[in-house]
């Protein structure tokens, strides 16, 4: 599967932003989805993820309450509605795709998108 992050920008802080990203060359309904964050200098960290019907989600502690991930399985698309933002919320933003194959998980990445939010 390839995956295409969009929506990356510079925003204030207690702005919002959302991120797209579109999936092609399988079955997008088979992965399950998640968002990833790397800011400079630290770890690549997770962010939240959705299974493959949407009916389940999970968020980063850090991120609870400010971010919603969905997905439209007809779209091939999976969102990140980013509220609240803060600074600390500055970091490139990668999405991947999971599968699950003979009991082992193969992940599809995306390119990544910039957020930068300003104090």
């Known amino acids: 599967v390839q995956l295409q992050a969009s929506g990356g920008g510079s925003v204030q802080a207690g702005g919002s932003l959302r991120l797209s990203c579109a999936a092609s060359?399988?079955?997008?309904?088979?992965?399950?989805m998640k968002w990833f964050r790397q800011a400079p200098g630290k770890e690549r960290e997770f962010v939240a993820s959705i299974s493959w019907s949407g009916g389940s989600t999970n968020y980063a502690d850090s991120v609870k309450g400010r971010f919603t991930i969905s997905r439209d399985n007809a779209k091939n698309t999976v969102w990140l509605q980013m509220n609240s933002l803060k600074p600390e919320d500055t970091a490139v933003y990668y999405c991947?795709?999971?599968?699950?194959?003979?009991?082992?998980?193969?992940?599809?990445w995306g390119q990544g998108t910039q957020v930068t939010v300003s104090s």
């Open positions: 991947a795709a999971d599968r699950i194959y003979q009991g082992s998980t193969i992940r599809y």
């Open positions: 060359g399988r079955t997008f309904s088979n992965y399950a």
